[in-house]
């Protein structure tokens, strides 16, 4: 069975970090882009940053580049998203997903294959 599963959300002070994490079962995330995307109370769901499974590539929207890392430890069979520099409008419901095309991960989130369940980050003093 395909899953996904993501953990490490929390509540975080403005200005903190939180690391990530996304674990796939059931199938080889080597052969997958890997997304993170997030969707905040009442917005569309939107891309945050993607990792190609060939070269490495990345993407990070605008609005967290600088601030957001994503990696991949395809040994472990595992995703990550190192966020630093939070700010409360980044407060969403954080989840991964796997698909086979980078740029389809980098159009929209609707290019992808599977999803997890999300883990929900709040940023909040």
């Known amino acids: 069975q395909v899953q996904l599963v993501e953990s490490g959300g929390t509540l975080v002070q403005p200005g903190g970090s939180l690391r990530l994490s996304c674990a796939a079962s059931?199938?080889?995330?080597?052969?997958?882009?890997i997304g993170w995307f997030r969707q905040a109370p009442g917005k569309e769901r939107e891309g945050v940053s993607c990792i190609s499974s060939s070269d490495g590539s990345t993407y990070y929207a605008d609005s967290v580049k600088g601030r957001f890392t994503i990696s991949r430890d395809n040994a472990k069979n595992m995703v990550y998203l190192q966020m630093n520099s939070l700010k409360p409008e980044d407060t969403a419901v954080y989840y991964c997903?796997?698909?086979?095309?980078?740029?389809?991960?980098?159009?929209?989130?609707?290019?992808?294959?599977?999803w997890g369940k999300g883990t929900l980050v709040t940023v909040s003093s």
């Open positions: 059931g199938f080889t995330l080597d052969y997958y882009a």
């Open positions: 997903a796997a698909g086979a095309l980078f740029r389809l991960c980098v159009a929209h989130y609707s290019g992808m294959d599977y």
